[in-house]
């Protein structure tokens, strides 16, 4: 499960999902991507904006991105609507 700011990518049958990803996405919904083109930024772990989030961190009670244990991105990718193994494509 994604988490957080999270860029989808359809292609085809393909989903690719990007998750924990900082609010201040370089790509807009519908724009047409490249291969290779940077689409987001991942992080930060403390989110600072008025936006409603249901991530707050245990100890600090600050508002979060879902990425608790620190930045990190979580990529899934999805034929036909199932979940694929990533190592196959990378």
């Known amino acids: 499960?994604?988490?957080g700011?999270?860029?989808i990518i359809e292609?085809?049958?393909?989903?690719?999902?990007y998750g924990h990803l900082s609010p201040k996405f370089i790509v807009r919904k519908n724009q047409k991507i490249l291969q290779g083109e940077k689409i987001g930024t991942v992080?930060?772990?403390?989110?600072?904006?008025?936006?409603?989030?249901?991530y707050f961190d245990s100890k600090t009670g600050k508002k979060t991105n879902g990425s608790l244990t620190g930045p990190h991105l979580h990529i899934t990718i999805k034929k036909d609507g199932i979940a694929v193994n990533p190592l196959d494509f990378l």
């Open 1 to 3: 499960m994604l988490t």
């Open 5 to 7: 700011y999270t860029i």
């Open 11 to 17: 292609n085809g049958n393909f989903q690719f999902l």
């Open 43 to 54: 992080g930060p772990m403390y989110i600072d904006s008025e936006e409603n989030t249901k």
